[in-house]
Nanobody
């Protein structure tokens, strides 16, 4: 089982940027598709982005397309989420996830979850 730890969250103003990191341990992530989800207070956890094990294929929620970019560095066992043009509705706890494929992750079929990192966008 791979263990995941997110970092990089914080407080940012509208229009600002943040880069989240997800460091894995226990197993290499090179055989996993990886993804990011978020959960706002009172709402269900929702898919944000996913990337295939090779990095060749990515998927994004419509709400973040064009603003967020998911990437990975298998040598560092780390996945990233670059978030630009942040909006108040992006405020949530962001979770890293590992899964069999991007499609599995999109459908919340996840093998491992991180603990989450808070992102707050203030207006």
């Amino acid at each position: 089982q791979v263990q995941l730890v997110e970092s990089g969250g914080g407080l940012v103003q509208v229009g600002g940027s943040l880069r989240l990191s997800c460091a894995a341990s226990g197993r290499t992530i090179s055989s996993y598709a990886m993804g990011w989800f978020r959960q706002a207070p009172g709402k269900e956890r929702e898919f944000v982005a996913a990337i295939s094990w090779s990095g060749d294929n990515t998927m994004y929620a419509d709400s973040v397309k064009g603003r967020f970019t998911i990437s990975r560095d298998n040598a560092k066992n780390t996945v990233y989420l670059q978030m630009n043009s942040l909006k108040p509705e992006d405020t949530a706890v962001y979770y890293c996830a590992a899964g069999t494929s991007t499609s599995y992750i999109f459908n919340l079929n996840v093998r491992s979850w991180g603990q989450g990192t808070q992102v707050t966008v203030s207006s």
